[in-house]
């Protein structure tokens, strides 16, 4: 079954640069989150988007944006970059109601960002 | 959104019932609770999913009870595979999808042999 994709798998970039993620959700989902996971932490919600729209915000900085394209991938842009971005971002998926529930959040396996 | 706390950790032996309960007293009404499983460098995995009462599948059951302002999370028979992080979210999808779903601070339980 097609899972959720996310690329570039690893990451490497000096302070002050700028770094885009991607994501390619599971076919038909309607919803997109991205997290940050730094060493240790638990993951923190950044931002999600509902059919392209964006849904809710979390501690994303004002240096990061994310958007979602008509084709219902995902980007993730982060600019300035600061030591304390490296982490571990992920990316999920999921039918925001499904067959009468809320529908489970489908994980990538993460795109691992070092600045260096 | 209702906050969620559990247990930082845990420890059990292989073959032992272990049980994790989290706390959430603000749950709405429309709220769902769901559990997640999360390996080292890995994204969170889907355990379950409750709105009361009792759920369960192969892997787990969740206990709710009737004031829903706790849940418990129960792993049958733990083996070192079940060392991980579990996380217990709640939230439901409103009119604009699964809003912000926030993951607490998830219990650590170790399995040792």
């Known amino acids: 079954a097609a899972g959720v994709i996310q690329s570039p798998r690893h990451l490497i970039k000096e302070k002050r640069e700028t770094a885009t993620l991607k994501c390619y959700p599971i076919p038909r989902h309607d919803t997109v989150y991205w997290y940050q996971q730094g060493p240790g932490q638990d993951p923190q919600f950044l931002i999600s988007f509902y059919e392209k729209m964006q849904s809710d915000k979390g501690s994303i900085p004002d240096r990061f944006s994310a958007q979602q394209f008509s084709d219902y991938h995902s980007e993730l842009n982060m600019s300035s970059l600061e030591l304390g971005d490296s982490a571990l971002y992920f990316c999920?998926?999921?039918?925001?109601?499904?067959?009468?529930?809320?529908?489970?959040?489908?994980f990538g396996e993460g795109s691992r960002l070092t600045v260096l | 959104l209702a906050k969620t706390t559990q247990p930082i950790s845990m420890d059990s032996y292989e073959g032992q019932e272990v049980n994790i309960t989290c706390s959430h007293n603000n749950i709405a009404t429309n709220d769902y609770i769901t559990w997640y499983q999360q390996f080292p460098s890995q994204g969170p995995r889907f355990i379950i999913q409750g709105y009361k009462t009792k759920v369960t599948n192969e892997v787990a059951s969740l206990f709710i009870p009737a004031d829903r302002k706790s849940s418990t999370l129960s792993l049958p028979r733990v083996s070192l595979s079940d060392t991980a992080v579990y996380y217990c979210l709640v939230g439901d999808s409103g009119a604009t999808g699964f809003q912000k779903l926030v993951f607490g601070t998830g219990t650590r339980l170790l399995v040792s042999p």
């Open positions: 999920a998926s999921s039918l925001a109601w499904d067959r009468g529930h809320p529908g489970e959040l489908f």
